[in-house]
């Protein structure tokens, strides 16, 4: 019975469900077959985590802001001779960098955090294991995802310069060069505003 209390016509229901059905198979299907059929990703998605280790420093970073705390890293300090310097320096020397993606929620804080850009968003997330423990790459496995990671989008040609660029500029044009801020265009002035004359020296009128 409908709501007013009236009798509906007997199958109508049935015959309501089946335009329904009717309908949509005449739709072209949108699912795809995957494995089968690899799905069209955007070029920056989050997948797995690949590390760079020839940029990493050990600072630690990464691993001190992880929320899950599923970044294990292990190092040691070599001494390094310099010609000419007065003693050795120490550089430390990445020994473990693992990644626990049983653990990691891929919240991308280890990789904006990175001073030195040594962790990179992939695109591949097929590295499903049979066994959790397996789940836990090593600076290896995870390196050998960096070829999969894509180039940075292009910077904007109309949009400022980045630091270290406006100061390597500066130091390669030299002292008294024209520098971004010497050659800015003027501020415009207000609707209305005259437009400043040339010097007036004292006791002179235009």
């Not at 198979?25 to 070029?43: A, G």
Request: charged share 25%.
């Amino acid at each position: 019975m409908s709501e007013h209390g009236e009798r509906s016509a007997p199958g109508k229901g049935l015959v309501n469900g089946l335009a329904v059905t009717l309908k949509t198979m005449t739709r072209r299907s949108t699912t795809q077959q995957y494995p089968d059929v690899e799905p069209e990703l955007p070029p920056r998605s989050r997948g797995v985590i690949a590390l760079l280790e020839e940029n990493c420093t050990v600072c630690m970073l990464c691993a001190r802001e992880c929320p899950d705390w599923c970044i294990y890293i292990d190092s040691h300090k070599e001494e390094v001779v310099v010609p000419g310097a007065a003693r050795a320096r120490q550089r430390n020397v990445l020994d473990r960098f693992d990644i626990d993606f049983s653990l990691c929620m891929y919240c991308g804080i280890c990789i904006e955090v990175c001073p030195f850009d040594a962790l990179h968003w992939s695109p591949e997330f097929e590295y499903s294991e049979l066994d959790v423990l397996d789940l836990l790459h090593d600076k290896q496995r995870l390196g050998e995802w960096m070829p999969t990671v894509p180039p940075p989008p292009a910077h904007d040609v109309l949009g400022e310069p980045s630091k270290e660029e406006a100061t390597a500029a500066r130091k390669a044009a030299g002292p008294g060069a024209a520098t971004p801020a010497k050659t800015a265009r003027p501020a415009a002035t207000r609707p209305g505003t005259p437009k400043p004359g040339p010097a007036e020296t004292p006791g002179e009128k235009q």
